[in-house]
């Protein structure tokens, strides 16, 4: 069946512009999850959802960055105002479930954001 | 210290080489997933444990939950392994659907 897919695949934007980077997961997963990877850095959490709530937001750099999941399914991660500091690749991967225990999360293929 | 450390930073094989990949960590966790990135970003999870062994293919992970070590083993390395390899723990005190992610092995495996 079919993966999960986020769009854009790329962005370039210009500072101070916000943006949204929409994922969405394989069908049937419950759980969501979105990370930033930095050029030539590691993953970073940034934040989760089982079903529509996000349980746990503590990962989001600052209150420029929001995201929300509606119906289940599609999310959407918005950066406001963007910095250039805020470039990096956006990854969205998704799980059956998010409690205790060996969830396996299925990455899609990132949106690169690059904020001029 | 950083949560998940792993070791080494860098390796460089020849191909047929065996290959080991270590991560430690330093809280309690209800599971390790092991993902492989190749040059252009794509992420794999290649296992999610939380206690023992598993296998697929070449490809080998253990786990020992008292000394918080797990270890990623590639028998026969082929230069289609070459890529960076990346531990994550998800903790037992933190809320369930977050990891914390080591910084990655990036392995160059030479023909």
């Known amino acids: 069946g079919a993966g999960v897919s986020q769009s854009p695949s790329n962005k370039v934007t210009e500072k101070g512009k916000d943006v949204e980077l929409r994922c969405d997961p394989i069908?049937?997963?419950?759980?969501l999850y979105w990370y930033r990877q930095s050029l030539g850095q590691g993953l970073e959490f940034l934040i989760y959802?089982?079903?529509?709530?996000?349980?746990?937001k503590s990962g989001l750099p600052s209150d420029r960055f929001s995201a929300e999941r509606t119906g289940g399914s599609v999310s959407t991660l918005t950066i406001q105002r963007t910095q250039q500091e805020d470039s990096a690749v956006y990854l969205c991967?998704?799980?059956?479930?998010?409690?205790?225990?060996?969830?396996?999360?299925?990455f899609g293929p990132g949106t690169r954001l690059t904020v001029t | 210290k950083n949560e998940v450390e792993q070791s080494p930073q860098n390796l460089t094989a020849q191909e047929g080489e065996f290959i080991t990949i270590n991560c430690s960590y330093s809280v309690g966790i209800s599971a390790l997933h092991w993902l492989q990135q190749h040059p252009g970003g794509g992420i794999v999870s290649l296992f999610m444990l939380s206690s023992g062994k598993k296998k697929h293919g070449r490809l080998i992970a253990t786990i020992n939950i008292q000394e918080k070590h797990s270890s990623l083993h590639i028998t026969a390395s082929h230069p289609r392994d070459s890529a960076v390899y990346i531990c994550a723990v998800r903790s037992q005190t933190t809320n369930a659907g977050k990891s914390t992610f080591g910084d990655g092995t990036t392995l160059t495996v030479k023909p």
């Open positions: 069908s049937g997963h419950t759980a």
């Open positions: 959802f089982q079903g529509n709530s996000a349980p746990d």
């Open positions: 991967a998704s799980s059956l479930a998010s409690g205790q225990g060996a969830y396996e999360q299925y």
